[in-house]
């Protein structure tokens, strides 16, 4: 059955492929995981996870500067009520449109990234890596350039598409409203953080799955605890760590069944999977059949092309 939610997540796609920015969805109050469906969809939109930003927040301080923005954010769109553009500590801006349900502002739509002085910026990068150990300024300038691309638009049309996915964010909480219980507004900036530091270890997850992932090093990534991390995943994927790391696994090997005719044996190897044995049982126990039926139900040789990207 499709996701009822999934418009909304294809409307954020179109912004941030018709505009070239970055969408990222901040939530207060826990409105986007009071419905599995509508998590599912925005997900992907919890955190920045370009290759810069992840740079940048490999160093604890300058991630804790970040997650403390959130707070700030908020408190400005109590004050105001009004969209606004704001600049983060590296000197990049973004900008930033409140979902709101009623009089209840459950969140944000922003977009970024823009630079108004590249001078300026690449100041604020030099300055951030000077004051934070393990930075290096060369290697943040080197991913600056080949990762940011301040966009060229007409700002007003972006403010109008940014305010239609706010809007239709704000709708479908009222709709989910009647049937859920209400968020914990309580809690407004934790559960922001909550999202950040999940998307930051689901995206390291993504790029690292065919290696060998750990908690503690996940830990490590995120700047947080093993246990804290632990009752993440358990509370947004509704698994530990270990098993959504095999669901990214499977995932990406489902591709490589459809689309290529390698052994199911290297298949299971290239996806991160030292025992092919381990990997058929895995397979089968995610999926429902074993990777062998998979590949004869679903090989697509006429189309065959590079799998995709496991999300």
Partial sequence: MSNPYQSVGDYLQFIRDKYNVQ??????????????????????????????????KSEPERFHVCLSMIRKMHDKLLRTKKPFFGVCHAGLGEYVVPVYSGELLLGTVNAGFFQTNEARTRWCIGHAC????????????????????????????????????????????????????????????????????????????????????????????????ESYLSRLFKRHAGVN?????????????????????????DVAGACGFNDPNYFSRVFARIVGIPPSEYRRRFLDIETRQPPPQAR
Avoid: W
């Fill in 130 to 225: 000077r004051c934070s150990e393990g930075l290096e300024t060369e290697r943040a300038l080197e991913l600056y350039a080949e990762n940011i691309a301040t966009p060229t638009i007409p700002v007003d049309d972006l403010l109008v598409e940014l305010q239609l996915a706010a809007g239709h964010l704000g709708q479908s909480y009222q709709v989910l409203s009647n049937t859920h219980a209400a968020p914990n507004m309580a809690r407004r900036y934790q559960n922001s953080r909550e999202d950040t530091i999940f998307s930051h270890a689901v995206e390291y997850v993504r790029i690292n799955c065919t290696q060998h992932v750990s908690l503690p090093e996940l830990a490590r990534f995120c700047h947080c605890s």
């Fill in 23 to 56: 969408i990222c969805v901040k939530d207060f109050g826990g409105f986007i995981h009071i419905n599995k469906d509508l998590s599912e969809v925005l997900d992907p939109f919890l955190a920045h996870t370009n290759p810069f930003c992840l740079y940048m």
């Fill in 241 to 265: 760590v270990s098993t959504y790391v095999n669901k990214v696994r499977v995932e990406q090997a489902k591709g490589m069944l459809r689309y290529s005719l390698l052994p199911v044996a």
